[in-house]
């Protein structure tokens, strides 16, 4: 590994810190690609010859083409979850939770308990909902599907993700100033 890379921390890239307004860049980001991608399959599809002696080829192909990149797609999308829970994760950290000395927070749970130890109220189903992402993405990031056989997340199940962390974040805004005031 780079020595840049080994010595990298958070304090060196981070600007303005992480922003709850970046959950949307991110889901314009893989929705573009998945755009690339769809243009490009069927740009190379509508370039493949018909053949006489096998008739249903281009069908075949082009349905294959299709396939693998809809399962593509669902990896992208999977990415996607991983950085917007990473992203939810360092908002927890870095904005919520009062600055100064703390021990590290390894894991969703360990930071949800910090912030509600912080005073931070919560609808119970959205936390229920948040510990439930988790879990997903912790499957998915410990122990990866095949490439070929994976979990179908689509655009749909990103959007309920970044609406519920969205909705959690605006909730705790509300609250940030009086708790911070009191820590």
Not at 81 to 89: A, H
Not at 101 to 110: Q, S, T
Not at 141 to 168: G, Q
């Amino acid at each position: 590994m780079r020595d840049a890379l080994r010595t990298l921390t958070a304090d060196q890239y981070w600007v303005n810190g992480p922003s709850a307004d970046e959950f949307a860049q991110v889901v314009e980001l893989v929705q573009k690609y998945s755009d690339y991608a769809d243009a490009w399959i069927e740009r190379t599809i509508s370039g493949i010859a018909n053949v006489d002696q096998f008739p249903d080829a281009h069908a075949e192909v082009s349905s294959d083409l299709r396939y693998y990149n809809h399962i593509e797609k669902g990896l992208l999308w999977s990415f996607a979850l991983w950085r917007l829970q990473g992203m939810f994760e360092a908002l927890l950290i870095s904005y919520y939770l009062p600055s100064g000395p703390r021990k590290f927070l390894i894991g969703l749970e360990a930071k949800l308990k910090a912030v509600a130890a912080s005073g931070y109220q919560i609808n119970t189903n959205d936390l229920e909902a948040l510990r439930a992402w988790g879990r997903l993405r912790n499957l998915l990031s410990h122990m990866p599907p095949e490439h070929f056989h994976p979990v179908a997340i689509d655009r749909e199940d990103v959007e309920e993700y970044v609406s519920l962390v969205k909705r959690v974040c605006q909730h705790w805004s509300g609250q940030r100033s009086k708790i911070l005031a009191i820590l």
